[in-house]
């Protein structure tokens, strides 16, 4: 395959080695596909817990049990470039002929996370009592790559997954309100990684500087969204971790019920694009969430200082996520 980083058109940095053709790359990565466009790929977290070694921030914060937790996405496309990113932005991705239905792809994301933890159950390591229940997944993440709002049955997925009585977790950039207003999961995340335009074009690269505005349209639909709300901040050191006031003055447009800031890690194909020095500390973090707190009347409901994440609330609570009843 032709190398594209040969075209300089998009004004991006050539990468250092030659582009496989992109199934390969996603094997690569240690993603595993489901049905056509649809991925898997299990995080570190998931083989800490099968270990007994712990369990990530969503644990923690919502409940969420590592072991047990799908993450996936419906499609790898996506309308932004973000410099934080881990995925390989640089390499096109391409558009399907035909979508999956719903139905497929929660059967063969479920069949890729049984696949992809098989090793787990003949490890000396692992608890066998977490191997069995991680057969059983009951959270799906549908945020592993792309932007998940383009898959036009998303809707349809997210149910179809809560029949078979998963909890969901969707999340998306806010640039597709049509279908941010569509759906209903039972926590809601929606990224905002700048305080102003400037530094959205900088940081997210997005395809049209108008998915600005339309980032504000989906601020303000959530404010009446039915599903529990959460605006993730992801801070890169030098480029988007100033401003904390005008953060605060777009969430307010949101009103979630959480707000979770959190670094930039220096990941997968984002070394290439950043410094490891764009990585905050995770005090430094701390003292940019209290700022915005400050700024928006929430309170610090919690943080992780293994992940560089803080937690804020209106009331400085917490709460586990729960099925829809």
């Not at 991925?39 to 914060?61: H, I, Q, R, S």
């Not at 997954?161 to 909890?167: L, M």
């Amino acid at each position: 395959m032709e190398n594209q980083n040969q075209d300089q058109s998009s004004g991006k940095p050539p990468l250092p080695f030659d582009i496989p053709d992109f199934e390969t790359l996603l094997k690569k990565q240690g993603y595993a596909l489901a049905g056509s466009h649809s991925a898997v790929k299990t995080c570190l977290w998931l083989k800490k817990a099968m270990n007994d070694e712990g369990f990530c921030y969503k644990g923690k914060f919502y409940g969420v049990a590592s072991h047990r937790c799908l993450q996936m996405t419906p499609t790898l496309l996506c309308n932004q470039s973000c410099l934080f990113c881990w995925r390989p932005t640089e390499v096109p991705v391409p558009a399907p002929g035909e979508w999956d239905s719903p139905e497929k792809i929660v059967e063969e994301s479920i069949a890729c996370q049984r696949k992809l933890i098989t090793g787990f159950g003949g490890s000396p390591n692992a608890l066998r009592e977490r191997w069995l229940e991680g057969n059983d997944p009951n959270n799906v993440a549908i945020s592993l790559s792309g932007e998940p709002t383009m898959y036009p049955y998303l809707p349809e997925l997210i149910e179809e997954y809560e029949k078979r009585g998963f909890t969901t977790f969707l999340v998306t950039n806010g640039t597709i309100p049509e279908m941010f207003a569509k759906v209903n999961p039972c926590q809601l995340y929606m990224s905002l990684d700048a305080p102003d335009l400037e530094t959205y074009l900088k940081v997210c690269q997005p395809k049209s500087p108008a998915l600005w505005d339309k980032i504000s349209e989906s601020l303000a639909l959530m404010k009446e969204k039915s599903s529990r709300t959460v605006i993730r901040i992801t801070l890169v050191k030098g480029v988007n971790m100033f401003n904390p006031e005008g953060y605060a003055e777009l969430i307010k447009k949101a009103s979630p019920d959480f707000v979770e800031i959190k670094a930039y890690m220096h990941l997968g194909f984002s070394r290439l694009r950043l410094e490891r020095s764009a990585m905050p500390a995770h005090a430094e973090v701390l003292e940019f969430s209290e700022q915005v707190a400050k700024h928006l009347g929430y309170e610090i409901a919690d943080e992780s200082e293994i992940s560089r994440v803080v937690l804020l609330s209106k009331d400085g609570k917490k709460s586990p996520v729960r099925k829809k009843t």
